[in-house]
């Protein structure tokens, strides 16, 4: 019973948060948001004069890049969560690596690059 209602709001929590992203990225908006478990922060820079707005991604520990519309996209905006644009200037700097086939990053880190 208690695992149902947490699923339950978890979806709920995650259609409200695919709301704000949409409803930013609709009024023309930059927009600043990751999903923690990828590891992927993406940026999305909206065009000018009727133009076709920029999608950019940083991962931890790489630069970032501009990357295509596309069904990538559309999921990061599905399961994605609103982050400040001072934590995405940042996120290329998290030091991340793998230890025993697992992602794993310093919560010393993780704070310096979440505080903004």
Known sequence: MITTLNGSFRKILRRIRTGKILNKIGSGKRVFFEIPLEHIAFKYIP?????????FTKQYGRNESEIDFDSTF???????????????????????????????????????????
Do not use: C
């Not at 065009?47 to 999608?55: E, H, S």
């Not at 990061?76 to 793998?98: F, N, P």
């Open 47 to 55: 065009g000018k004069l009727g133009k076709l707005g920029k999608y």
């Open 74 to 116: 559309v999921k990061a905006v599905m399961e994605g969560k609103q982050i400040s644009r001072a934590t995405y200037d940042k996120y290329h700097l998290i030091d991340g690596g793998y230890k025993n086939g697992r992602f794993k990053i310093t919560e010393r880190t993780r704070q310096w690059a979440t505080s903004a």
